[in-house]
């Protein structure tokens, strides 16, 4: 890393930051800086949880990942959702859905029963209101 000096690699050594997560992290985001690379390490972002992320969405930013890590938001949960809404879904509304406590199951089952133009904001809907899978409007 160039422009390191005592009190960067001072602070990253007390967050028991190693160079082969900077390294990692700096493959998946060349332009990574120092700031952020404290700020995934405080989360808690592993760099498998970045890779998974990117295996779902390949042009999911940095500003995202950090998002769905903050609420721990899985990939997994991430992936389901857009299985079941399309790959259009956003990352505020995968934030939303989970919020309310929407299991995969339920948004899949919803989806479902809303019919093929089911959208995010549908089953948010659907979810904040407590309606039940099947239940539709």
């Known amino acids: 890393m160039v422009g390191l000096n005592v009190e960067s690699l001072s602070s990253l050594a007390a967050m028991g930051v190693s160079p082969d997560y900077v390294r990692e992290m700096r493959e998946s985001f060349p332009d990574m800086g120092l700031g952020e690379i404290q700020s995934w390490s ?3 972002i592993k760099p498998g949880y970045v890779e998974e992320l990117r295996d779902v969405d390949p042009d999911i930013s940095m500003s995202d990942i950090q998002g769905l890590a903050a609420l721990g938001i899985s990939a997994s949960y991430f992936e389901d959702v857009r299985e079941a809404l399309g790959d ?3 990352v505020a509304e995968t934030q939303s859905l989970a919020a309310v406590g ?4 339920y948004i899949e089952e919803m989806a479902e029963a809303l019919g093929t133009a089911a959208s995010a904001a549908d089953v ?3 979810a904040a209101r ?3 899978a099947g239940d539709g409007e």
Do not use: E, I, M, Y
């Open 42 to 44: 405080a989360l808690g």
């Open 88 to 90: 259009g879904v956003t």
């Open 102 to 105: 929407a299991s995969p199951d």
């Open 124 to 126: 948010l809907r659907a």
């Open 130 to 132: 407590g309606d039940k």
